[in-house]
Structure formats: structure tokens, C-alpha cells
């Protein structure tokens, strides 16, 4: 045959042989494979975040034993400058009042602001404890006394 010349064969493409018999696939193994990778890729994910949170929590761990015992410390020194300075006003009364009147102008002082914290503590602490009661225990005569001064 020319190049130019039209075919005029009538031979039609066959048809690929499909065999009736074998029922088709309900799903595309293309998805399948992509599930398979979306199921390693969360493993790969969970895994990888497991590590992170595992050293975060030993860097936070480190982090809070450091600053324990910085507080441990800061509270040391502090003490130690409390007594510091109760033994210069002892010292620096002395010559005023005797060593022992000294010492107890010191103690009761001390002893003063003990017992005016404690005060201020104790009448926070029902505040606390009557903001957490019932609306029926509220209702103490506590509340009268309170009103009454306001």
C-alpha cells in the first residue's frame, strides 16, 4: 500500500477478552494503598510525638528541680536575714534599754506581727471558706455582723 492511498480495510478493533465469570472489584486497590500509607504516616506521626513529649517532660522535670530548690534557697537566705536582722535591733537597742529589755522589745515585736499575719490569714481563709458554702450555710450570723458594719 501507498502512503497516500485511504484504507479501506474493514477489519474492526477486537474487543479485549472479559471473562463474564469474575465479578469486579468493590474497591480500587489504588485507595487501599492509600489507606496503607495514611495508616503508616499516623504511626510515623504517633511515634514521633510520643519522642517530643517524652523530652518535654524531661526538660519540664529539670526545670522544676531547678527552681525547687531555688526556692528552697531563696527561703534559707531569707530566714537567715530575718534572724540577722533581729539580732541588730537587739543590738542596737541595747545600749538604750538593757540587753534583756532589748531582747524583749525584739521577741515581742516578733511576736506582734505573728500574731497580727495570722489574724489577716485566718480572716481570709473564712472568706475562702464561705465563698465555697452552700447558699444555706452561707447564711450565718457571721454575714449579719458583716452587714451591719458596712
Known sequence: MLDNEPD???EEPTPSPVDEDVPSPHYDESITEEVGALLEDAQLYATAELAFQKTRAKLVGRNVGIAAGAI?????????????LAVGFVIALAPLVTIWGAIALVVGGL????????????KRGQVIG???ATEKSAET??????????
Open 8 to 10: 479501506t480495510s474493514t
Open 72 to 84: 528552697v534557697v531563696a527561703i534559707l537566705l531569707l530566714h537567715i536575714a530575718l534572724i540577722a
Open 111 to 122: 511576736l506582734l506581727g505573728v500574731v497580727l499575719l495570722g489574724s489577716i490569714a485566718m
Open 130 to 132: 464561705e465563698m465555697f
Open 141 to 150: 450570723p457571721s454575714d449579719a455582723s458583716d452587714e451591719a458594719e458596712t
